[in-house]
C-alpha cells in the first residue's frame, strides 16, 4: 500500500510537470516558462526554508520545553527513538480543538505541534498513533514533496497569468491567421489560462490526500499499533467539528484532519482523504476485516 501511494505521488508530481511544460510552450513559449519556474523556485524555496516557523506563527502555535509539556516530550522521544530519527522540536496550541501537525524541511530541522485540547481527548495509545503519523510526515519527508508540487504549480499559475496580461496588451498568440490556425490558437490559448491552474490546483490537492494516506501507514508501522491511529481519528473527525480550530487557511493542510468546519468542500478540492477510508485501510492493516 504504501508503494502505492510513493507511485502515484511520483506519478502525479510527472502530471504537473508535463502540465507545465504544455502551457509554458502553448501560451508563454519557453522563455515564460523558464521564468514563471524561476520566479516559484525562489518563492517557495523560502517558504521550504523557513517552514517550520512559518507553520507555527500561522497556527499559532509556540515551542514548549521538558519541563513545560514532560508526558509530551517523552512520548515524542520513545517514538522517534523506535523510529531511528532525531527528536523534533515539540509545540503547543493553546485551543480545546483536537488537532496536531508536523512541518520541517528534514527531520534534522522537524516541528511537532498538538493542541491541548487533543491532549485531554485523546489516551495515550491514541496520542501515541497521532504523534506517529506526524513523525510519518517527516520521515516521508512530505515538506519537501509538497514544495515541489507547490512550486511546479505556482509556475503554472504564473504562467497562464503571464498569458492574460500579454493578451490584454495585444501581445498573445502567434499571427498565423492567414495560416488558418489563429482563431483556433487564441481559443485553446483561452481555454488553457483557466483550466491549466484549475487542473494544477487538483494534481496539488491529490499529491497532499496521497501524503496523508501515507503518514498513516508510516505512522502506523513506526508505532506498530494502527489500530490506536484509527480510533484516534475517528475521534478527531467527530470532535473537530465541535470545536472548530480557526487557523490560517493556508496552514490548513498541515494538521492531521481538516481544522475547519461548516459547508464542506468537493473531495477533489480537498486537501485531506475521507476519515472513512484512512480508517479503513489502517484496520486492514491491523488484519481486521471490514
Same mark, same amino acid.
Request: charged share 20%; aromatic share 6%.
Given at each position: 500500500?504504501?508503494?502505492?501511494?510513493?507511485?502515484?505521488?511520483?506519478?502525479?508530481? +510527472?502530471?504537473?510537470?508535463?502540465?507545465?511544460?504544455?502551457?509554458?510552450?502553448?501560451?508563454? +513559449?519557453?522563455?515564460?516558462?523558464?521564468?514563471?519556474?524561476?520566479?516559484?523556485?525562489?518563492?517557495?524555496?523560502?517558504?521550504?526554508?523557513?517552514?517550520?516557523?512559518?507553520?507555527?506563527?500561522?497556527? $499559532?502555535?509556540?515551542?514548549?520545553?521538558?519541563?513545560?509539556?514532560?508526558?509530551?516530550?517523552?512520548?515524542?522521544?520513545?517514538?522517534?527513538?523506535?523510529?531511528?530519527?532525531?527528536?523534533?522540536?515539540?509545540?503547543?496550541?493553546?485551543?480545546?480543538?483536537?488537532?496536531?501537525?508536523?512541518? +520541517?524541511?528534514?527531520?534534522?530541522?522537524?516541528?511537532?505541534?498538538?493542541?491541548?485540547?487533543?491532549?485531554?481527548?485523546?489516551?495515550?495509545?491514541?496520542?501515541?498513533?497521532?504523534?506517529?503519523?506526524?513523525?510519518?510526515?517527516?520521515?516521508?519527508?512530505?515538506?519537501?514533496?509538497?514544495?515541489?508540487?507547490?512550486?511546479?504549480?505556482?509556475?503554472?499559475?504564473?504562467?497562464?497569468?503571464?498569458?492574460?496580461?500579454?493578451?490584454?496588451?495585444?501581445?498573445?498568440?502567434?499571427?498565423?491567421?492567414?495560416?488558418? $490556425?489563429?482563431?483556433?490558437?487564441?481559443?485553446? $490559448?483561452?481555454?488553457?489560462?483557466?483550466?491549466?491552474?484549475?487542473?494544477?490546483?487538483?494534481?496539488?490537492?491529490?499529491?497532499?490526500?496521497?501524503?496523508?494516506?501515507?503518514?498513516?501507514?508510516?505512522?502506523?508501522?513506526?508505532? $506498530?499499533?494502527?489500530?490506536?491511529?484509527?480510533?484516534?481519528?475517528?475521534?478527531?473527525?467527530?470532535?473537530?467539528?465541535?470545536?472548530?480550530?480557526?487557523?490560517?487557511?493556508?496552514?490548513?493542510?498541515?494538521?492531521?484532519?481538516?481544522?475547519?468546519?461548516?459547508?464542506?468542500?468537493?473531495?477533489?478540492?480537498?486537501?485531506?482523504?475521507?476519515?472513512?477510508?484512512?480508517?479503513?485501510?489502517?484496520?486492514?492493516?491491523? +488484519?481486521?476485516?471490514?
Amino acid at each position: 500500500m504504501f508503494g502505492s501511494n510513493a507511485l502515484k505521488t511520483a506519478v502525479l508530481l +510527472g502530471a504537473l510537470t508535463a502540465l507545465l511544460i504544455l502551457i509554458g510552450d502553448l501560451l508563454g +513559449g519557453r522563455g515564460g516558462m523558464v521564468i514563471a519556474f524561476g520566479f516559484a523556485v525562489v518563492m517557495n524555496f523560502g517558504a521550504y526554508w523557513f517552514s517550520d516557523a512559518m507553520a507555527l506563527r500561522m497556527a $499559532g502555535a509556540r515551542e514548549v520545553t521538558p519541563e513545560e509539556a514532560p508526558e509530551l516530550h517523552a512520548l515524542v522521544e520513545e517514538l522517534c527513538a523506535d523510529a531511528g530519527l532525531p527528536k523534533p522540536r515539540v509545540a503547543m496550541i493553546d485551543s480545546e480543538a483536537p488537532n496536531a501537525f508536523a512541518t +520541517g524541511r528534514d527531520p534534522e530541522h522537524a516541528v511537532v505541534a498538538a493542541t491541548t485540547g487533543i491532549l485531554q481527548l485523546l489516551d495515550r495509545r491514541e496520542l501515541a498513533g497521532v504523534l506517529a503519523h506526524e513523525l510519518g510526515h517527516v520521515e516521508n519527508r512530505d515538506i519537501l514533496i509538497s514544495s515541489v508540487a507547490a512550486t511546479i504549480a505556482g509556475a503554472i499559475t504564473m504562467v497562464a497569468q503571464m498569458a492574460q496580461w500579454s493578451m490584454l496588451f495585444g501581445g498573445f498568440g502567434r499571427d498565423d491567421e492567414e495560416e488558418g $490556425g489563429g482563431i483556433a490558437s487564441l481559443v485553446a $490559448g483561452l481555454v488553457m489560462m483557466i483550466v491549466a491552474p484549475l487542473a494544477a490546483l487538483l494534481i496539488q490537492m491529490a499529491i497532499s490526500r496521497a501524503r496523508e494516506y501515507s503518514a498513516d501507514e508510516t505512522g502506523a508501522r513506526l508505532y $506498530g499499533d494502527p489500530e490506536a491511529l484509527a480510533s484516534a481519528l475517528e475521534k478527531l473527525e467527530y470532535y473537530s467539528k465541535q470545536i472548530p480550530l480557526p487557523v490560517s487557511p493556508a496552514a490548513s493542510h498541515l494538521f492531521i484532519v481538516k481544522p475547519f468546519t461548516g459547508a464542506s468542500m468537493q473531495e477533489l478540492f480537498s486537501t485531506h482523504p475521507p476519515i472513512e477510508e484512512r480508517v479503513a485501510r489502517l484496520h486492514r492493516m491491523a +488484519g481486521r476485516v471490514d
